[in-house]
């Protein structure tokens, strides 16, 4: 044992895990590696660097909110009594972090009790890991990370993996590449912003008014070609939370013929602002007029909640055909809105759907915000974004599609794409009509809470899991076979590429280290990928019989890419795929940028080159108002 530690230290291959990983440990003993073992709970010991003065015991609350030990590292070694009394090393993280990582129940014991590596364990309880594979990263001592080579975690992804963080992140888009964030993630809101609210709430008046020129349409007889979308029911079975009725008298409204022409208007000026036909207006927006928008909104909940009438006449309709089928061409969004304008609210900083609200009215949102507007309520921030109205369902449910995607390096940056991952249903049946997590929210924490419908369609599967290979072989059923290939994978390939590329300057990667991510999409009815959330540390506790055989699969697929591959560069990387590697600045010169190539499809022997970063993110946004013609 003790040869075997000291061959070990020569050779850098002692590791630490932190958290319940057992495939990592199993898969790196394997490779002939030591584990430095780490107490999962009980007491901190904080210790100066270069001493071993103990200071009183203390926790601090996990990122759940629940008071645990943090397992802790000596940075210097020395003579030490037990395991147990090691250093703490602390290393600053943000609050507002977003780790889908498991609750304290779920830290199991799942470490081998074989007393050979307990002792090969205890053998180099005062080396500084080699490698570390940890749950997060607030208990390691930032000079001491820089001695350990290669962790699993980077410091600064709040750009990239919490809510607020993404949406502010994608906003700047346009700056780093040609491409539109709404064609592939939802518009979205920070709540806490005032400029941000005034859009949002203007976006939510003019969604309401597409939407009511739909529902006159439909009660017409008339569709838009395009918008086909399943019958709607006033109730469902088991249903316990529908949709508020609106407050007023009755389902009447006061001027029907009024209340669809006030929508054209509204439609047709917003129409002239996308097609820049505003420039000899002094109006600013469609929604600053003169329409009573509290009135118009109570009118529109009555038409769209409470079934009331709502006639067109004969130019009306054919206004109202034309006009959706050119706002269709210039709305990337307009393929995902139904005729409820449903909005989701959701806390800016947590995971596994905690806190998440799903909203039809406006005061419903503008009242949270207002609650949590005090100071103390700072982690009460929010962001609002579009609701898919129009997602692809399965057998009558909702799913989602988690993917994972693996950042070996941020100079250049560097990107993985796993090629397996798998599908997250919901516990009932889809249904706008009634708002219940247990129809809209697709994780597994959330709908572990529930018990599978009686009303929900048999072949769900009951871990409410599905392989995406499952998923393929359903649409090839359907006739779709060739949308997973053509249509979803290169769409998530895309998003994530995008999102990467304008959080990377916000971003704290370091040398040697990586990161696997989850990035959670949702499809829509035309199988377009819709960009939900990424998140940091990606849960790896199996649910089912299917994400026990993927999570173990990805785990050792990324031991492959970050510990393999730097002594065997043409070793397997299992299902990783090189999806983007950036290429830097030439040799022809100071300051002078490498031509780009042409783009090629990337493998594991390709990489694909892509301009320099010349930008940096900077708004430049220049405001005024539109003048006349003289």
């Not at 949406?167 to 700056?175: A, F, G, H, K």
Request: aromatic share 8%.
């Amino acid at each position: 044992g003790r040869l075997s530690s000291l061959v070990c230290e020569q050779e850098k291959k002692i590791f630490a895990v932190q958290g319940p990983y057992p495939v990592i440990r199993s898969l790196l003993r394997a490779r002939g590696w030591v584990e430095r073992k780490l107490p999962r709970e009980g007491k901190r010991l904080r210790q100066q660097l270069g001493g071993q003065k103990k200071q009183q015991p203390q926790t601090e609350p996990s990122d759940d909110g629940d008071e645990q030990g943090e397992a802790v590292l000596n940075p210097r070694g020395g003579a030490q009594p037990s395991l147990g009394t090691t250093e703490p090393l602390h290393y600053p993280w943000p609050c507002n972090q977003e780790v889908e990582e498991e609750k304290e129940e779920e830290y199991e014991d799942d470490e081998d009790s074989d007393e050979i590596h307990d002792l090969m364990s205890y053998l180099v309880r005062d080396q500084v890991p080699n490698f570390l594979w940890t749950i997060r990263l607030n208990s390691i001592d930032q000079e001491l990370l820089h001695r350990i080579e290669v962790v699993n975690r980077y410091h600064w992804v709040h750009a990239l993996s919490t809510k607020e963080g993404l949406c502010l992140s994608l906003q700047n888009l346009p700056w780093f590449e040609q491409a539109d964030p709404n064609t592939f993630f939802p518009r979205c809101y920070r709540l806490g912003t005032t400029e941000e609210q005034e859009a949002f709430i203007e976006d939510f008046r003019l969604t309401a008014a597409r939407s009511l020129l739909k529902l006159a349409l439909e009660k017409a007889g008339d569709r838009l070609v395009g918008t086909e979308q399943p019958p709607k029911s006033s109730k469902a079975p088991g249903d316990s939370h529908p949709v508020p009725p609106t407050e007023g008298p009755g389902s009447s409204l006061s001027s029907p013929s009024r209340l669809a022409e006030e929508a054209l208007e509204v439609c047709e000026q917003h129409l002239g602002v996308l097609e820049h036909q505003d420039i000899d207006r002094k109006t600013l927006s469609p929604c600053r007029t003169c329409i009573d928008w509290n009135c118009f909104l109570q009118d529109y909940y009555r038409v769209a909640h409470e079934d009331a009438g709502l006639a067109l006449s004969g130019a009306q309709r054919e206004r109202c055909q034309k006009l959706l089928r050119r706002l269709t061409e210039q709305l990337p969004q307009f393929s995902i809105e139904g005729d409820l304008n449903v909005w989701i609210l959701k806390p800016s900083a947590k995971s596994r759907g905690r806190g998440i609200v799903c909203a039809t009215r406006l005061e419903e949102v503008l009242q949270l915000v207002r609650v949590c507007t005090t100071p103390s309520a700072r982690v009460c921030q929010w962001v609002v974004q579009k609701y898919v109205e129009r997602p692809l369902t399965i057998f009558g449910t909702k799913f989602d599609i988690r993917q994972w995607f693996l950042v070996t390096d941020g100079s250049p940056l560097t990107v993985w794409f796993y090629q397996d991952c798998y599908l997250r249903f919901c516990s009932q049946p889809f249904s706008l009509r009634h708002l219940e997590h247990s129809r809209h929210l697709c994780n597994v924490s959330v709908q572990k809470q529930y018990k599978p419908s009686a009303h929900q369609d048999p072949r769900v599967p009951p871990s409410r899991v599905w392989s995406s290979r499952q998923f393929q072989a359903y649409l090839a059923r359907l006739g779709r076979g060739d949308a997973w290939h053509q249509v979803m994978v290169p769409g998530m390939k895309a998003a994530i590429l995008n999102s990467l590329r304008c959080a990377q300057d916000h971003m704290g990667f370091r040398k040697g280290s990586f990161e696997l991510f989850g990035a959670d999409f949702l499809v829509g009815e035309d199988c377009q990928p819709w960009l939900l959330e990424i998140n940091s540390c990606p849960t790896m506790s199996p649910s089912s019989a299917v994400t026990r055989r993927l999570c173990a699969n990805v785990q050792r697929d990324t031991l492959r890419l970050v510990l393999d591959r730097k002594d065997d560069p043409s070793c397997s990387t299992g299902a990783f795929e090189l999806i983007y590697k950036e290429v830097g600045w030439g040799a022809a010169g100071a300051g002078t940028p490498q031509a780009p190539q042409a783009p090629t499809p990337c493998s594991v022997s390709l990489q694909a080159a892509v301009p320099p970063r010349l930008a940096v993110g900077i708004n430049l946004t220049v405001e005024g108002c539109s003048l006349k013609k003289p």
